[in-house]
């Protein structure tokens, strides 16, 4: 799974480099009250990042199983 989160971020990051929308179908906007960031699909896993895009940098806030993702962010 490691390998596979790994790739994925790593295509992100250089769709991140090009203009125009990121990610296509796997990645959604979530939008919050105080901020917004993505969510990356990777099999069961959800992968939560923010992208920078003046410095062109996908920052990792979380990998986390989709069975725990609404606990994880009510808790952020």
């Not at 790739?7 to 917004?36: H, W």
């Not at 940098?57 to 606990?71: A, I, M, P, Q």
Request: aromatic share 6%; net charge positive; charged share 35%.
């Amino acid at each position: 799974m490691r390998t596979r989160v790994r790739r994925a971020l790593e295509k992100l990051a250089a769709e991140v480099a090009k203009p125009g929308r990121i990610g296509g179908k796997r990645v959604k906007t979530i939008q919050g009250v105080a901020d917004s960031f993505h969510r990356l699909w990777v099999g069961d896993y959800r992968v939560m990042c923010d992208v920078v895009e003046q410095d062109r940098v996908v920052l990792v806030l979380g990998v986390v199983h989709r069975g725990e993702l609404e606990r994880w962010l009510r808790n952020r």
